[in-house]
């Protein structure tokens, strides 16, 4: 079975066509659902006079700065979380040195 194949998603009106991995087609289509909801609440958010000015690619921008940050976020905290499972690790590895 191929591992690879082409998915179609659709983001502001415009196909894109990608080939992802079969394992991974939800990632992609959660990802291209969450772009549609994160920027059509930014659309909602800049309603009004100054909405006008603002194009796709600029709630596109403000979508990916903040999917980007949360990500970075997350990463930060992971770092934590594996700084603490290593210290940990090692203590647990010291005690039964110690106690075998």
Excluded: C, P, W
């Amino acid at each position: 079975m191929n591992e690879h194949f082409v998915i179609t998603l659709h983001v502001f009106n415009k196909v894109y066509r990608l080939k992802v991995k079969r394992k991974d087609e939800k990632i992609y289509r959660d990802a291209a659902d969450a772009i549609k909801k994160k920027t059509k609440q930014y659309r909602d958010y800049f309603s009004g006079q100054e909405s006008n000015k603002l194009e796709d690619t600029d709630y596109m921008v403000m979508t990916s700065i903040q999917a980007l940050s949360e990500n970075a976020a997350l990463e930060t905290e992971n770092e934590a979380y594996e700084r603490k499972i290593k210290s940990l690790t090692e203590e647990l590895d010291l005690f039964l040195r110690k106690y075998r």
